[in-house]
């Protein structure tokens, strides 16, 4: 019930198009859905995040769209670029205990 | 915005060798630090979470004798990998919460350990 899946686990996108990644939950206490991007050696940095009383926030070329009924939240990355080629991971958290679950992660490259 | 620093990005030890890792947070007071293992191409493992001033609590399956974690200050958190071996080579991951459960986590720039 802790998990949180993630795909696809690989992805490749021609420079300008749409990246689309898709996360699904089980468990009902979450209340936060972050996604952090990691690129090779470094820790992950938080991109974008949402809570469950919104359908769609969208920041800059990224958006996240939430479906709570179907417990399923999505990343699009629209006009993507080579620059954002990195390792992009969802997670969830109920924020009164703050422990992070993690996707299994999405490699993302960009084709110029 | 808030940084978390972590110490040292890339450490080489001998095996039966200890390493001490450092999470500070530089613009913020984190009560709560977590520490995560990553293995390549594999998604954040959560070994424990330390809250300061307390012992921390690990996660299932991490041996709390090996990875001793100290949270003595409300900026600095240590994980301490004792007798190391080849299989302790990981990318270690800190992050950092502020004061409140809504406070985002922030991570650090992980420690790549190789055991030899």
């Known amino acids: 019930q802790q998990q949180v899946k993630q795909s696809p686990q690989s992805l490749i996108v021609q420079k300008g198009g749409i990246s689309i990644i898709n996360c699904a939950y089980e468990?009902?206490?979450?209340?936060?859905f972050p996604w952090y991007q990691q690129f090779p050696g470094k820790g992950p940095a938080l991109l974008i995040a949402?809570?469950?009383?919104?359908s769609e926030k969208k920041e800059g070329r990224f958006t996240i769209s939430f479906n709570k009924s179907a417990k399923q939240f999505s990343l699009h990355i629209m006009d993507s670029q080579p620059g954002d080629s990195a390792t992009y991971f969802c997670a969830a958290v109920q924020t009164s205990g703050s422990r992070l679950t993690f996707g299994e992660g999405t490699q993302l490259t960009v084709n110029p | 915005g808030a940084v978390v620093s972590q110490h040292p990005s890339r450490v080489i030890c001998k095996s039966g060798t200890s390493v001490k890792i450092e999470c500070r947070s530089l613009?913020?007071?984190?009560?709560?630090m977590f520490w995560y293992r990553q293995f390549p191409k594999q998604s954040l493992m959560l070994m424990a979470t330390s809250n300061e001033g307390s012992k921390a609590t690990y996660e299932q399956g991490v041996e709390k004798d090996k990875f001793l974690i100290n949270h003595a200050s409300l900026t600095l958190s240590t994980l301490t990998v004792t007798s190391a071996h080849p299989e302790d080579s990981s990318f270690y991951i800190c992050s950092a919460r502020g004061g409140t459960v809504n406070s985002p986590l922030h991570f650090g720039n992980g420690t790549r350990l190789t055991v030899t």
């Open positions: 468990n009902t206490a979450f209340d936060y």
């Open positions: 613009d913020f007071q984190a009560t709560t």
């Open positions: 949402i809570r469950p009383d919104v």
